[in-house]
Nanobody, 124 residues
Framework: QVQLVESGGGLVQTGGSLRLSCAAS????????MAWFRQAPGQERQFVAG????????AYADSAKGRFIISRDNAKNTVYLQMNSLKPEDTALYYC?????????????????WGQGTQVTVSS
């Protein structure tokens, strides 16, 4: 099983960019489908983006399409979320999640391992 630690969050102005990182420790990172979720205050945690074990397949929520890019480096046991053209509504706690193999799913219950989250705040 992997353990996940997110980093890279912070305060940014509208239109700015941030790159989130999720470092995994443990064994066989390349066997895990990885995803990013986010949770704004008072709202449910929502899928943002996912990436297959090889990195060749990706999926995005409609709110992320065209602005966010998910990628992974299996040699570094790390998955990234490049976020561009940020909006105030992107403000949330961003979580990294992992599931062992399979496909990319957008449901929380599909992922068995979660990080602690990193805060992203976009000011208007």
């Amino acid at each position: 099983q992997v353990q996940l630690v997110e980093s890279g969050g912070g305060l940014v102005q509208t239109g700015g960019s941030l790159r989130l990182s999720c470092a995994a420790s443990g064994r066989a990172f390349s066997n895990y489908v990885m995803a990013w979720f986010r949770q704004a205050p008072g709202q449910e945690r929502q899928f943002v983006a996912g990436i297959t074990t090889s990195g060749r397949g990706t999926a995005y929520a409609d709110s992320a399409k065209g602005r966010f890019i998910i990628s992974r480096d299996n040699a570094k046991n790390t998955v990234y979320l490049q976020m561009n053209s940020l909006k105030p509504e992107d403000t949330a706690l961003y979580y990294c999640a992992a599931r062992s193999g399979g496909s990319i799913y957008s449901t929380l219950s599909s992922y068995g391992t979660w990080g602690q989250g990193t805060q992203v705040t976009v000011s208007s």
